[in-house]
């Protein structure tokens, strides 16, 4: 039964405790002594350790997405918690309960899937439902789309995380078009939860988040436009135009030719979806950053923005997670 998890411990304690083993590495100090480096992750979170005695040997006794007993001292260094690790040894996975070590997301899958459908099923075009229809008539699809993360690291990274965001899109894209004219709506919806679809067999995520061979060599865009084009095909008569306005949609939506976009937005819906898009994931992962240290009004430097967050009051953001 695990006790103490990652979110939890703090500078000096003492750990004993179980986590999943989502990262290994080796490496060698500059008087050559070996030492490794393991993320250890809960469904708190993840937590770094540092092995620098006996490192090789403790190293054979267990690989990456192997379930661990660590024991060890936490210690905050550069505004991080991580356990400089004395022992670490692998656990039979039929000892452990694996809903302990996958982190979710706080909200239902269920309730967040019914609201998504509902309002899909608000959608005035006719191809666009039927399309909307075919994906929710396939049953491995929803299920894949309620548990998988929306990505490895950067935003969302726990299970439901894909369909948090993908229905928090929605609910953004419903707000903001009531600023602009002359937006095709229902197409903006369908793009928003179309964009990230691919992701459920980018990822695999029954232990730690990491890729399929699938996603590593095609990546998300060109699965989901695959499957796009797949559900299209078994509706008569779909438009071959809106077919093709749907799937600019999903390879420009990354915004930037730098970020895995082989075509810029061009299209107004394009433009919003990317837009909308990059700001949701910016704001789940700014958000979710940790404080620098207790109490502090700073989160920890977060390395793909470069930057860290003031905060303030902790008291002034009770209700930053709320959907």
Known sequence: ????????????????????????????????????????????????????????????????????????????????????????????????????????????????????????????????????????????????????????????????GLLEHTLSLLKLILKVVENYRGVDVDLLLMGGFLHDIGKIYEFTYERAVDYTDEGQLLGHLVMEVELVTAKIETIPDFPKELAMLIKHMLVSHHGAYEFGSPKLPQTVEAVILHSLDDLDGKIQAIQALPEKEPGSKWTVFHRAYGRSFFRGNSSNNDDSNAQ
């Open 1 to 160: 039964m695990k006790n103490l998890y990652a979110a939890d411990i703090h500078d000096n304690q003492l750990v004993d405790s179980l986590f999943l083993v989502s990262a290994k590495n080796h490496g060698v100090t500059k008087t050559g002594n070996s030492y490794l480096v393991v993320k250890l992750l809960d469904r708190s979170g993840e937590i770094e350790g540092r092995v620098w005695d006996r490192a090789d040997d403790l190293a054979r006794g267990f690989d990456k997405n192997d379930f661990v007993r660590v024991r060890g001292q936490a210690t905050l260094y550069q505004g991080k918690m991580q356990i400089r690790v004395q022992d670490v040894m692998r656990v039979d996975e039929t000892k452990v309960s694996a809903e302990d070590f996958l982190p979710k997301s706080a909200f239902d899958p269920d309730a967040m899937l019914q609201e998504l459908q509902l309002i899909l099923r608000g959608m005035k075009n006719p191809h666009l439902l039927a399309l909307a229809e075919a994906c929710f008539a396939d049953q491995q699809l929803m299920e894949l789309l309620r548990r998988a993360p929306g990505a490895k690291t950067i935003h969302h990274p726990y299970l439901s």
